[in-house]
């Protein structure tokens, strides 16, 4: 290896030596106070070659490229401006070393050109003392060549401007510390790319590149900013020279893929252009990266309109003032020396042969590929202004006692913020340059083929990018080229994996209260919150009316003034029996026992009030609790009052001493007392183990959340409803025994309706409660409680208070006496 690289060094030096008169005059060379170094592709190598002993390649026998040599008169262009400026450099002059990279691995004798000091390289020499050639080179173009030259050129830390190497690896400052670039990275070529798929709704692509270091690069970078976006690289390659062009494309076809990234150097993406031509590949959409984009031959190849529409990435098209005037200047200076010996021997110098680039005319120059004009003439300025502040200049000269070190150079460049025709040249810390890219369509479609620009990506000062959709070739009724792997689901609908690739998936309807948020996760169904609701397939949840028996419904008003007036009678009779407490009517109706009756439906009516308003814990208990406690009591005292007086008509001959026993214990009052506190137990089992809670229902109904009480436990207020309803069946029992009595005793029917009533207003409660829901359930629920007490008092009170009000004469003793009498003689004769 050692000995390759000396006989590498070797050659080129022996040949520039030999040679030194004439470079002095050649195009690829110029005096100067200071030098600049430049690599550019003249010649390209179509196809490497395995090595087998050591040789210098000769960049002559390689093929010829216009691009290259464009590239390479711009850079003298530039150089010539800032020469002629009076403010830039006034007293100093720039001069270069241009050499012909036409390979990857074997222009070596350039570069140790460019490092060396007297034509000589010393290793054992400090490189504190070391002065190379040239203060800052740029080129060459080619992130393979680029990587391949990077350790001699670092060594020195020689800026190192650079207009033609996007890989990112080379952002890494550790590794390339002098490494400067005036074109975007890959990344952000590959975020470009990435927009512009975005933009246009595509998901399902092919990635296609070429066996190099921008390929792989571009490819590694694809994968990692392309996850998480949606979109899937459905199929990638890499191509070569002898590669089976067909088969990839029938590959493609296959997948129906009809987007294809091309990111790949301009020789394989002619190849594969030219094989989509032959194969008859039709209405493909094709990106291009910056190295073929501004291709000048490709566009007017015949058949390339059937292909497709051809997009590309390149820099922001700047057109160099003065240029084509100095490419008009320097061919009629060539023309006037045709024919001339020295001519020829200018073209061959340090292995630089160029005899191609006299037989192309200023218009060929001119309109070949300009993607990289600007980032030569930008690296170009780029040391000019950091040799201007090195030397200290003002408008009118520099200082030529500093000694200049191309490490200086570099810490001037990486602070560098200045105008050059319409953009901002500066670097970030990775040393990248600010983007500015243009997407261009190729228009191939008729005679005259041309590029034209349709979007734009800047980042200074800030952030846009943009396509003008009404100049690409699907506006209006053309629809936009179909490249997903599914058909995107309706509104509503959730995507479902499908396969392999993220993007391929099934569309599913959204059940309800679910929603599907595409831009937080196309693939989940969204549960709505509690207090929202959605029908099927929604893609928003609306906010649930909340539901509960509220005080200033009409029906609450109702029932409410129902209850009022229901309490205000009770007290009324109340008030009534008490003031004719001693009169036969009070007496015969259970005398002390009517005022406990009285009591308990006046309490079981204020349970209605806990009906309303939003329901609480307390509400839950309190609306059943008071009711059903204290309605038992009064059906309690109905039971023994219909039993007393069964027992004195009926059974006090048949059992007196029973019936002695009941009169002298108070049989009434422990068997009120018994059964109530019975009950009471069980009303507290079902306040404490298991009490209604309030819920939020939002089950039942879509579009709303009822505040209902919840029963938990039917065991105990099983218990609960059995003690009364069988408290009832007791009632009406004894009450259907004494049917026969006195007029004035007798109760049978009043007591039968008003259970009657009980018994019918809790079954049409229960069936309505167990068929439906609704607030309105809640508000049977406390009818049927009032139903209840206007039943007894309706039946049993109102009579009473009747004959007290209305009839006194039947209030009297006499009367009663009379009654009993009766009864006694109809009991005789039968």
């Known amino acids: 290896m050692l000995l390759s690289h000396f006989y590498t060094f070797l050659v080129g030096f022996i040949n520039c030596v030999f040679l030194k008169v004439s470079c002095l005059s050649s195009e690829f060379s110029l005096d100067g106070d200071y030098l600049l170094g430049g690599l550019f592709p003249v010649h390209e190598v179509e196809q490497a070659a395995p090595m087998f002993y050591p040789e210098a390649i000769e960049c002559k026998r390689q093929t010829f490229t216009k691009s290259g040599y464009q590239m390479f008169q711009v850079m003298r262009f530039a150089v010539e401006q800032i020469n002629n400026s009076t403010t830039l450099l006034p007293n100093v002059s720039l001069g270069y070393e241009i050499f012909d990279h036409c390979s990857n691995t074997k222009n070596f004798p350039s570069v140790l050109s460019f490092i060396s000091q007297n034509e000589s390289i010393d290793p054992q020499e400090k490189l504190n003392s070391h002065k190379t050639k040239v203060i800052g080179l740029t080129g060459p173009y080619g992130s393979t060549r680029t990587i391949t030259i990077a350790p001699l050129i670092t060594m020195d830390l020689i800026p190192w401007v650079n207009y033609g190497a996007s890989s990112y690896a080379l952002s890494n400052k550790l590794q390339y510390p002098t490494f400067i670039r005036t074109v975007p990275s890959n990344k952000d070529m590959i975020q470009m790319i990435i927009h512009i ?31 998480g976006t949606g979109i899937c690289l459905a199929y990638q390659e890499t191509l070569t020279i002898q590669g089976n062009y067909n088969q990839t494309l029938k590959n493609i076809n296959m997948l129906n893929i009809n987007v294809i990234v091309v990111f790949a150097v301009p020789i394989y993406a002619e190849n594969i252009v030219m094989a989509a031509i032959e194969n008859n590949i039709k209405d493909k959409v094709w990106i291009a990266s910056e190295t073929w984009s501004m291709n000048q031959q490709l566009p007017i190849e015949p058949g390339i309109e059937k292909i497709g529409t051809i997009i590309g990435i390149t820099e922001r098209l700047l057109s160099l003032p003065g240029f084509d005037q100095y490419i008009y200047k320097i ?124 979007g734009t ?51 599913k309807k959204c059940p309800q209260n679910t929603y599907v948020d595409y831009s937080r996760d196309p693939y989940t169904c969204f549960p709505c919150a509690e ?27 109702l029932v409410i003034f129902s209850t009022v007036c229901l309490i205000a009678l009770l007290i009324f009779i109340f008030c009534l029996f008490a003031y004719n407490y001693n009169t036969p009517v009070v007496r015969s109706a259970g005398g002390n026992m009517c005022f406990l009756m009285l009591g308990c439906l006046t309490m079981s009516s204020i349970s209605v009030f806990f009906f309303f308003g939003q329901p609480t814990s307390v509400h839950c208990v309190l609306r059943n609790f008071i009711f059903s406690f204290f309605f038992t009591i009064c059906l309690s005292c109905l039971t023994v009052r219909s039993f007393q007086i069964v027992c004195v008509f009926k059974m006090a001959a048949e059992f007196p001493k029973l019936h002695s026993l009941w009169v002298k214990h108070n049989g009434q009052w422990l068997f009120i007392m018994s059964s109530s506190f019975i009950h009471l137990i069980s009303c507290v089992l079902w306040a404490t183990v298991s009490p209604d809670d309030p819920v939020r229902d939002s089950i039942t109904f879509n579009d709303q959340t009822m505040l209902i009480c919840e029963r938990r436990n039917t065991v105990t207020i099983s218990i609960v409803l059995f003690i009364s309803w069988f408290l009832g069946f007791l009632c009406i029992s ?53 139903s209840s007490i206007y039943g007894i008092l309706l039946s049993y009170f109102i009579p009473k208070s009747y004959i007290m009000l209305f009839q006194p004469k039947k209030n009297t003793a006499a009367y009663f006496q009379t009654s009993i009498q009766n009864y006694t003689q109809t009991i005789s004769r039968t």
């Open 331 to 454: 061919k009629e200076t060539i023309e006037d020396t045709n024919g001339d010996v020295e001519s020829e021997i200018q073209s061959k110098i340090c292995n630089q042969e160029c005899k191609e680039g006299a037989l192309l005319t200023a218009q060929d120059i001119i309109n070949e590929n300009p993607s990289f004009s600007f980032g030569i003439y930008a690296s170009m300025y780029s040391m000019a202004h950091a040799l201007h502040k090195v030397l200290q200049c003002n408008t009118n000269e520099c200082s030529k006692n500093i000694t200049v070190k191309p490490y200086m150079i570099l810490r001037e460049i990486k602070n560098l913020d200045f105008p050059l025709i319409g953009r901002q040249v500066k670097y970030d810390v990775n040393g990248d340059p600010t983007i500015s890219y243009a997407v261009v369509l190729w228009h191939t479609k008729t005679n005259h083929s041309w590029i034209e620009m349709v």
């Open 734 to 786: 004894f009450s259907y025994m004494g049917r026969d009595l006195p007029k004035s005793y007798n109760e049978a029917k009043s007591i039968t309706f008003s259970l009657l009533m009980y018994y019918l207003s809790w079954i049409i409660y229960f069936t309505i409660y167990l068929s439906f829901k609704s607030k309105y359930v809640l508000l049977l629920n406390a009818l049927a409680q009032i």
């Open 457 to 507: 990506y800047d980042t200074y000062p800030e952030t846009i990018f943009t396509i003008n959709n009404s100049l690409m070739p699907w506006r209006k009724d053309v629809s936009v080229p179909f490249s997903n792997c599914s058909v995107e689901c309706k509104e509503g609908y959730s995507r479902e994996h499908e396969g392999l690739h993220a993007c391929c998936f099934r569309c």
């Open 531 to 557: 207090s929202e609701w959605s029908d099927e397939g929604s893609t928003t949840c609306k906010i649930r009316t909340v539901v509960y028996l509220q005080f200033t419904d009409i029906a609450s008003i």
């Open 197 to 227: 798929i975005q933009w246009f709704g595509w998901n399902w692509v092919a990635f296609l590149g070429g066996p190099d270091n921008y390929s792989e690069d571009g490819l590694r970078l694809f994968y990692k900013y392309t996850s």
